[in-house]
């Protein structure tokens, strides 16, 4: 069956270093997104990508990067300069082209500071 | 730009009662509607969508929404609720480019 899977599960990073959360799917969508949650504000978009080798910014983009080389991959790295990653993350895709099909999420990562 | 907003951050209910989660949008073009659910640690799946047509739009596990253009709402509901259906929803809405905007989600607490 076709999905996104997001790894790992559960993530602890120490103050100041960099960490990277997987997403891949095999849905052969276009567009994919990253979002951060934290309780009582909903989802927040981080990064998208609706094209390989291309992505913009989304409202909190501040202390994180991505990737996206590979149609199926879209990484994301949480900089050091990231001052309270502490949150649950979760990847989604969709088709360019129509929004009549919705997104598709991931099963999230849920990442600490220790 | 189209937005969504949900009316209600959480949502207390006892269990076999009816239920409803309130969603309003504004866009200025015709969009298409969603509601997902997630529950605890897990991501979002869809519960049901409005595309066009019939303005009732039945989802999984027994919940259905109305869509109602002139007041520019989707509302969520459910007849009879369960423990089980204790999560959050939200609602979002979609333009014919494919991206979302999604609300911030309501919390329902199913208690027994």
């Known amino acids: 069956d076709g999905g996104i899977t997001q790894s790992p599960k559960y993530l602890f990073r120490k103050e100041g270093q960099n960490v990277t959360l997987s997403c891949e799917q095999n849905?052969?969508?276009?567009?994919m997104y990253w979002y951060r949650q934290d309780p009582g504000q909903g989802l927040r978009l981080i990064y998208y990508?609706?094209?390989?080798?291309?992505?913009q910014k989304g409202d909190i983009a501040e202390g994180y990067s991505v990737s996206r080389e590979k149609k199926e991959s879209f990484p994301l790295t949480v900089t050091s300069a990231q001052k309270n990653p502490t949150a649950f993350y979760l990847c989604?895709?969709?088709?360019?082209?129509?929004?009549?099909?919705?997104?598709?999420f991931g099963s999230g990562t849920r990442l600490t500071v220790v | 730009a189209q937005s969504v907003t949900q009316l209600d951050s959480q949502v207390p209910v006892f269990e076999e009662a009816p239920v409803e989660l309130r969603c309003n949008y504004s866009?200025?073009?015709?969009?298409?509607l969603f509601w997902y659910v997630q529950y605890p640690n897990q991501g979002l799946q869809l519960l049901l969508k409005?595309?066009?047509?019939?303005?009732l739009v039945k989802g999984i596990n027994g919940f259905e929404a109305e869509f109602n253009k002139s007041q520019t709402s989707f509302h969520l509901r459910k007849p009879s609720v369960h423990i089980s259906d204790t999560a959050e929803y939200f609602c979002?809405?979609?333009?014919?480019?494919?991206?979302?905007?999604f609300g911030d989600g309501t919390t329902l607490t199913v208690k027994p």
């Open positions: 989604a895709s969709s088709i360019v082209g129509t929004g009549k099909y919705g997104y598709t």
């Open positions: 866009s200025s073009v015709s969009v298409y």
């Open positions: 849905l052969n969508h276009d567009a």
């Open positions: 409005y595309l066009s047509g019939s303005t």
């Open positions: 990508s609706q094209i390989v080798n291309d992505f």
């Open positions: 979002a809405v979609s333009l014919d480019a494919g991206k979302s905007t």
